[in-house]
């Protein structure tokens, strides 16, 4: 009923253009006069991309209809059919959010063809937009003659007072409430080709980058400042910890002017933000997985909350299986070839729904998380939400029953059996397991009571309070009755974060390198920005998990300061830009190729919107004893003058070395810069200098190179000789240092060390081959002392002819 309310409401504007051309199959009409600097905002308009970037208009739950590529085209290759259609609104729709503005004019231009034998001689069509809700506003017609291509071809003004944070196009027939009624006449189905939207571009849109320093030097919490997110999972895979976050940042849209975002709102995020650390200080940024909505890898889910991921040869190929909430009411998974992806939907329906069998109860069907036992058994808890009415209100607040334990098959996209009810104390949602000497912990958050939870009751003695999470410990991966609960082992983050801070948690546990480490969020890095007055964007943090020789788990204490660095970061190699412990200003976005770091199926960032002061960092970066010779970064100047400062230890540290970023504008180019003095263990700041107002240039990756070791000269020469009618081979060192050195002779026929081998003077040895010829060969010589206080060792290879006694 209220889906037809809207319906019977919806805005028909009279701004319906003026169609000059009807019924003009073939007649190839010029379009209005075009400026500059307009352009098409409508991405495969012609359809030679397939169905990419449409979908069928579903601005009614009632909105239905089969899309598919037809050869059949006005023009080049391919354009679209829509068969099956349930609306006269049901038809080719695409998102023009972002793109059209308010009070500006535009030029439509399409082609469409009916062709159903029983449908009517002739047929309206409209092209129209879909504001959002119930409003709807026809903006191009067209009447076409069956069996032949027209033409849409006008222009229409968005009002100016229109909102158009949300602008669907679609195209369709004239509405009527009972369309059902005469199928042929007001639900045929249509072809679509050409399709264009000419004006102004897209306003640039507004800047999410966060200005302040929001994880600050020296402290490893929040685990990133430059972006948000949520719900993390920790997962450890080949040496690295990767974080699977719900990507709080997708709806963060700072005002330009006061610089507040609105609050979050959850039913956006459709992507999951991927970072992953081989330290957990300094941390890489992967970027989204488009995980849902039209464009996603499981287009028929609209949102993924909560990421849980693991890994599992099946049929003897290496798989990850990232799990995630469909909204409240259903979980989904999709496939990655590694844990970067590439990624791909093997399941066409969500896995955990109303369908699932033991889970009718359970009101939010979400918070998917994974576990595979040691024998290769996989898990999956679940669920969280309202506790069903039925219980009395003192078992409806302590003991919900509404989280659920459940075998998965061994493909990992589907599930065996029933659910079984995970019995957690005040539970709302978050479960989570892993394993540890044997025995299971179910982790879970607990609810804030209220109505859904039986109003307001006293919790029993021991169990957890409000947004706080709790944990249970069983022998059985399936089996959590009360009895297993251990007790509180997070309070809410609030009580070490302060005001702004509080709500709802989502926890993991993993083990890395012999340590258990437990990961939380908190929205410190939105209180960085504004104060107490958080608008709900959370970060990830980490703190290091400890035991009691009972096995149950010590209460852990949030802080800013986090865990300690695992191993002090690598300089010499290629490293991703996008790879640091502390950062200002600056913001990161995907291009295309791969990673220079992580290899192909990876995807690869740039560091971008870097202006003068901007700066990233690197926490405890060992360049050895020999040190570091030059640093060379893959960069694109956007404008002249742009200087990349190495500074260590401090952003106001000394200069150890200035890249000078004068390449050509737009171009993607390699800059290096010499090093003076860069040894030992150091934060390494890459400080950004240049023009102020403009974005500087942006960084792809970076590589040290470690510094040539000093030589200790030294003149060698080898020969060969007979003496007796035996062949030796002779070695010769001159020390030409100004210092006492070691020296070592090496042959295939013995070897000789001299200890304090004086300036000038020689190290000599002949080697006895104990035959009468020797082949030619090498010598090698090895000199050890000191230079400028630094112990060098020098490696000298020297040639040695064939020799023949007698001959
Ligand atoms: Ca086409
Ligand atoms: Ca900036
Ligand atoms: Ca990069």
């Given at each position: 009923?209220e889906?037809?309310?809207?319906r019977a409401t ?9 169609v000059?051309?009807m019924?003009?199959a ?7 006069p075009v400026?500059a ?12 991309d397939?169905?990419?970037?449409w979908?069928?208009?579903n601005g009614?739950a009632?909105?239905?209809?089969q899309?598919s ?17 349930t609306?006269t609104?049901?038809g080719?729709m695409q ?6 503005q308010?009070?500006q004019?535009y030029t439509?231009t ?11 001689a002739?047929?309206q069509?409209?092209a129209?937009?879909?504001y959002?809700g119930?409003t ?8 076409a003659t ?8 006008g222009t ?9 944070s949300?602008?669907r196009l679609f195209f369709e027939?004239?509405w ?5 009624t005469?199928p042929d ?13 000419i004006g102004?571009a897209?306003?640039?849109?507004a800047s999410k980058?966060i200005?302040v320093v ?8 929040p ?9 993390g ?7 690295r910890?990767?974080m699977y976050?719900?990507?709080d940042t997708?709806g963060y ?8 975002s609105p609050?979050i709102n959850?039913g956006?995020i459709n992507?999951i933000t991927v970072?992953s650390s081989?330290d957990?200080?300094n941390?890489t940024?992967?970027g989204?997985?488009q ?12 949102n993924?909350w909560a990421?849980?991921?693991t890994?599992k040869?099946?049929n003897?190929e290496?798989k ?5 909430a469909?909204?409240?009411g259903s979980?989904?998974?999709i496939?990655g ?8 939907s093997?399941?066409?329906?969500t896995?955990?729904?109303g369908r699932?069998p033991?889970?009718?109860?359970v ?6 998380a994974p576990?595979?036992?040691?024998d ?5 808890y679940?669920?969280?939400?309202p506790?069903?009415t039925?219980?009395?209100p003192?078992?409806?607040?302590n003991?919900p ?6 075998e998965l ?9 029933a659910a ?18 044997g025995?299971y912990?179910?982790s879970?958050?607990?609810?804030f009571g ?5 109003g ?17 410990i069983s ?12 007790g509180?082992?997070?309070?809410n ?5 302060g005001?702004g801070t509080?709500g709802?948690n989502?926890?993991s ?6 340590r258990?480490?437990f990961?939380?969020?908190?929205p ?5 920005i504004n104060?107490?007055?958080?608008q709900?964007?959370?970060?990830p943090?980490?703190?290091e998990?400890t035991?009691n020789?009972d096995?149950?788990?010590q209460?852990v204490?949030?802080?800013?300061a ?7 970061f690598a ?6 830009a996008e ?9 990161t ?10 290899g ?11 202006d003068?002061?901007d700066?990233?960092a ?7 004893d020999?040190?570091?010779q ?5 960069v694109r100047?956007?404008a002249t003058?742009?200087?990349i ?6 952003v106001?540290g000394?200069?150890v ?5 004068d390449?050509?504008s ?5 800059v290096?810069?010499?090093l003076?003095g860069?040894?030992g ?5 890459f400080t950004f200098?240049?023009p ?8 792809d990756?970076?590589a040290?190179a470690a510094?040539?070791q000093p030589e200790?000269?030294?003149t ?9 009618g035996k062949a ?12 006492p ?5 090496e042959t295939?026929?013995g ?10 003077a020689?190290?000599y040895q ?5 035959a009468v010829?020797v ?5 090698t ?9 630094q112990?060098?060792?020098?490696v000298?290879t ?10």
């Amino acid at each position: 009923m209220e889906q037809r309310m809207r319906r019977a409401t919806r805005r028909r504007v009279a701004a319906i253009a003026t169609v000059g051309l009807m019924m003009a199959a073939g007649f190839v009409a010029s379009s209005g006069p075009v400026q500059a600097a307009d352009t098409n905002l409508v991405v495969n308009g012609g359809f030679e991309d397939g169905l990419a970037n449409w979908f069928v208009n579903n601005g009614n739950a009632t909105d239905g209809a089969q899309l598919s590529a037809t050869s059949d085209a006005w023009s080049g290759a391919n354009a679209a059919l829509v068969t099956s259609r349930t609306t006269t609104g049901s038809g080719p729709m695409q998102d023009l959010s972002g793109k059209v503005q308010a009070g500006q004019a535009y030029t439509l231009t399409a082609r469409i063809k009916y062709e159903n034998a029983s449908g009517p001689a002739t047929k309206q069509f409209f092209a129209t937009m879909h504001y959002g809700g119930g409003t709807y506003t026809n903006l191009v017609s067209v009447t076409a003659t069956k069996g032949q291509w027209a033409q849409f071809n006008g222009t229409f003004t968005i009002p100016a007072g229109q909102s158009v944070s949300t602008a669907r196009l679609f195209f369709e027939t004239p509405w009527t409430s009972t369309p059902s009624t005469d199928p042929d006449l007001h639900l045929m189905d249509f072809k679509l080709d050409d399709v264009s939207v000419i004006g102004a571009a897209p306003p640039a849109p507004a800047s999410k980058t966060i200005e302040v320093v929001g994880k600050l030097p020296g402290e490893h919490n929040p685990l990133i400042g430059h972006k948000f997110g949520a719900d993390g999972f920790g997962f450890v895979h080949d040496g690295r910890v990767y974080m699977y976050l719900t990507n709080d940042t997708q709806g963060y849209a700072p005002d330009p002017a006061t610089g507040v975002s609105p609050g979050i709102n959850y039913g956006n995020i459709n992507q999951i933000t991927v970072i992953s650390s081989e330290d957990l200080v300094n941390w890489t940024d992967h970027g989204e997985i488009q995980v849902a909505g039209p464009n996603g890898v499981a287009p028929f889910t609209a949102n993924s909350w909560a990421p849980g991921i693991t890994r599992k040869v099946v049929n003897g190929e290496e798989k990850f299986f990232l799990y995630y909430a469909n909204g409240g009411g259903s979980s989904n998974v999709i496939t990655g070839a590694s844990p970067l992806g590439p990624w791909t939907s093997e399941r066409t329906s969500t896995l955990i729904d109303g369908r699932t069998p033991g889970a009718e109860d359970v009101a939010w069907k979400f918070d998917p998380a994974p576990f595979v036992d040691d024998d290769g058994q996989p898990y999956l808890y679940f669920g969280g939400g309202p506790a069903s009415t039925s219980m009395p209100p003192a078992e409806r607040f302590n003991n919900p029953k509404n989280i659920r334990a459940i075998e998965l098959g061994d493909d990992m996209i589907s599930t065996e059996g029933a659910a079984a009810v995970v019995d957690a104390p005040v539970a709302f949602e978050a479960g989570h397991v892993f394993k540890r000497d044997g025995r299971y912990y179910f982790s879970y958050s607990s609810h804030f009571g209220g109505n859904d939870f039986g109003g307001n009751q006293q919790p029993l003695p021991g169990y957890p309070g409000g947004g706080q999470i709790g944990y249970m410990i069983s022998d059985n991966p399936m089996s959590w009755p009360k009895e297993t609960y251990a007790g509180v082992l997070f309070p809410n983050q609030s009580q070490f974060f302060g005001s702004g801070t509080g709500g709802n948690n989502h926890q993991s546990v993993f083990e890395f390198e012999g340590r258990y480490y437990f990961t939380y969020h908190a929205p410190t890095l939105n209180k960085r920005i504004n104060g107490n007055t958080t608008q709900g964007y959370r970060s990830p943090h980490i703190q290091e998990l400890t035991f009691n020789p009972d096995g149950t788990i010590q209460q852990v204490v949030g802080t800013y300061a986090g865990v300690d660095q695992v191993r002090n970061f690598a300089p010499y190699r290629v490293v991703e830009a996008e790879t640091f412990g502390w950062s200002k200003g600056v913001a990161t976005a995907k291009v295309d190729g791969s990673s220079a770091q992580f290899g192909g199926a990876a995807p690869n960032l740039v560091v971008r919107d870097i202006d003068n002061g901007d700066w990233t960092a690197l926490s405890s970066v060992d360049f050895g004893d020999n040190g570091a010779q030059s640093v060379t970064a893959r960069v694109r100047a956007l404008a002249t003058g742009g200087q990349i400062q190495v500074r260590l230890d401090d952003v106001a540290g000394p200069v150890v070395g200035t890249i000078l970023v004068d390449t050509p504008s737009g171009q993607w180019a390699e800059v290096t810069a010499e090093l003076d003095g860069v040894s030992g263990v150091h934060d390494v700041y890459f400080t950004f200098t240049g023009p102020a107002g403009v974005d500087l240039f942006e960084i792809d990756n970076w590589a040290f190179a470690a510094a040539t070791q000093p030589e200790l000269p030294v003149t060698v020469t080898a020969s060969t000789r007979c003496v007796g009618g035996k062949a030796y081979v002779a070695v010769q060192a001159r020390n030409d240092h100004d210092a006492p050195v070691g020296i070592a002779l090496e042959t295939a026929y013995g070897q000789r060390s001299f200890t304090a081998v004086a300036p000038g003077a020689n190290a000599y040895q002949s080697f006895n081959t104990r035959a009468v010829s020797v082949p030619a060969g090498s010598a090698t010589v090895r000199v050890t002392g000191s230079i400028g206080g630094q112990d060098v060792t020098t490696v000298r290879t020297v040639p040695h002819p064939a020799g023949t006694c007698g001959g």
